[in-house]
T-cell receptor, first 112, second 117 residues
């Protein structure tokens, strides 16, 4: 069964600290993986996309990694800011014609 | 450019009433999706359209739910009759298949928060 598991479920960190969110998936065959950020009361917004051949991709303070062999991805946030407080959702797509599989997200709270 | 526009943003209704949620996708996008989000289950796909044609409605919970897309710029999700367990945030999203064939990014609306009393 195609599944996407995210950990931790929630996380609290101090402003300025780094953190890493995990996404493990069983989707096969794999096409791509996206990380979305969802602010409270808003719709999710894409942060980055990882395809099979990509290992690391950065978007400002956000760095995503992908290990297609172990079917794991991570999202590393550097020097966290209060505005990073949000839910981060991992979404995996299989090959053409298959549905997107959503993780339940990690809720990150950054405190001052 | 305007993003995906949903209305209403908030809806409070009583059990048994009809609820209609509306969505205007981004112009030029050929896919439209309806999702439901709850704390327990996260985001769940209800139905999606490609070029205004429903492709997969297997996520629609039951016959009380229906969705239409009469043209490329408008879609509705209707619940009749509504029940308390339908309380959730309903998101509409649109996307465009990229030239490279990699499935396009989903652009979500702000959501419609539904409370059924």
């Amino acid at each position: 069964k195609n599944q996407v598991e995210q950990s931790p479920q929630s996380l609290i960190i101090l402003e300025g600290k780094n953190c890493t969110l995990q996404c493990n998936y069983t989707v096969s065959p794999f096409s791509n993986l996206r990380w979305y950020k969802q602010d409270t009361g808003r719709g999710p917004v894409s942060l980055t996309i990882m395809t099979f051949s990509e290992n690391t991709k950065s978007n400002g303070r956000y760095t995503a990694t992908l290990d297609a062999d172990t079917k794991q991805s991570s999202l590393h946030i550097t020097a966290s800011q209060l505005s990073d407080s949000a839910s981060y959702i991992c979404v995996v797509r299989g090959q053409a014609g298959t549905a997107l599989i959503f993780g339940k997200g990690t809720t990150l709270s950054v405190s001052s | 450019d305007a993003g995906v526009i949903q209305s209403p943003r908030h809806e409070v209704t009583e059990m048994g009433q009809e609820v209609t949620l509306r969505c205007k996708p981004i112009s030029g996008h050929d896919y439209l999706f309806w999702y439901r989000q709850t704390m327990m289950r996260g985001l769940e796909l209800l139905i999606y359209f490609n070029n205004n044609v429903p492709i997969d409605d297997s996520g629609m919970p039951e016959d009380r739910f229906s969705a239409k897309m009469p043209n490329a710029s408008f879609s509705t999700l209707k619940i009749q009759p509504s029940e308390p367990r339908d309380s959730a945030v309903y998101f509409c999203a649109s996307s465009k298949t990229s030239i490279a064939g990699v499935t396009g990014e989903l652009f979500f609306g702000e959501g419609s928060r539904l409370t059924v009393l």
